[in-house]
């Protein structure tokens, strides 16, 4: 079976695995971060934080995909795409200075937002050049790599704060964002090159209930 994958899909993929793989290294210690350094940190302000930034990106998530499929051409995907996860890659810089919940509060709004908008322009464009006759081997080939690297990530993450702290760890999911921003550089031309067309100018809410 090959595994071939065209360029804009294969760094689509690469970008995904390196940021998700910086976040990977956060994700298992976050709580103990807020209950540590956090002044007034609890489990419920883990709690708070944590239904912030789930909160905030379902709520953008539909938004964003209607704007963005009202707009011809994918340049508005791409901006998003890239925008979106630079704010992303930032937000782990954020934490190394925080020291209330509502700084931390704030952080998780900023970077669910920028959530939102990256996947809303990585999916539309992942799912239009998606080769035809492989939707699942590729759909499968992002999972895994998430999958793999988020998990891989969270040994090195555990190992990396218990010996020398948080801040090694901030710093590195924050250079792993930001190279997975890069990656998406490089394929700028090949995406933004590919005209589009939309099928309708305006969102009908009607059609979702009626079906």
Do not use: C, H
Not at 44 to 72: C, E, H, M, N, Q
Not at 125 to 149: Q, V
């Amino acid at each position: 079976m090959q595994l071939f994958v065209n360029r804009v899909i294969k760094y689509l993929i690469l970008s995904d695995l390196i940021f998700y793989m910086g976040w990977g290294l956060l994700t298992p210690v976050f709580a103990i971060f807020i209950i540590e350094k956090i002044n007034g940190g609890t489990p419920l302000v883990v709690g708070i934080a944590t239904s912030i930034y789930w909160i905030v990106i379902s709520v953008l998530r539909i938004p964003f995909g209607i704007f963005l499929d009202k707009r011809a051409g994918e340049r508005d995907d791409y901006a998003f795409m890239v925008s979106g996860l630079l704010l992303g890659a930032i937000i782990p810089f954020g934490y190394l200075y925080s020291t209330w919940p509502w700084q931390l509060y704030f952080l998780q709004a900023v970077y669910a937002l920028g959530m939102a908008m990256s996947l809303a322009g990585w999916s539309a464009i992942f799912t239009r050049k998606i080769d035809k006759g492989r939707e699942a081997t590729e759909w499968s080939l992002s999972a895994t790599g998430y999958s793999l690297g988020t998990g891989i990530a969270g040994v090195v993450g555990g190992y990396t704060v218990g010996r020398f702290g948080f801040e090694p760890v901030f710093m590195a999911v924050g250079i792993l964002g930001i190279v997975g921003v890069l990656l998406l550089l490089v394929v700028r031309q090949d995406i933004l090159k590919t005209p589009r067309t939309i099928s309708s100018q305006y969102f009908n809410w009607k059609e979702i209930f009626n079906r």
